[in-house]
């Protein structure tokens, strides 16, 4: 099986923290640790999707965090008043009719056929001050 090299993680990253460059009152943190997990092809676009929703969920600033585990990703969103907007959750979790997808959830809309071209799958959990995003590849 092909997937994410150490390189291209370690590039995925450098693209998170340039999508941060234009949002100073939002941080990223990402650790690489010192053995990557593997991850499936596609997953990158996953994750770079994310971090621009979890971006969206902190209209007044926050942290976004990454997480990448054996065929996962976790994206969190915390913040003061972390939340997702709109209809974008049923839009990620495919709930919402695709002749309705506004501006606001396109991100969504993307997200949830990249996980479906993987046969994958993405949950979303949310808590006062955080929203987690979860995705797993179908080969896991």
Sequence with gaps: RSGLTVTSQAQLRATGM???DNAPRHDLS???PPVLPSLSDGMGRVILILIEIAKDCLPRGGLVKVLVE???V???AEGEVAQLPGDLADVILGTFPMDAITPQTVHGA???AFIQAL???ISIETSPGSVHLNAR???Q
Excluded: P, T
């Design 18 to 20: 340039a999508f941060m």
């Design 30 to 32: 990402w650790s690489l």
């Design 70 to 72: 054996e065929g996962a």
């Design 74 to 76: 976790a994206v969190s």
């Design 110 to 112: 993307l997200v949830q």
């Design 119 to 121: 046969g994958g799958s």
């Design 137 to 139: 590849s179908g080969d």
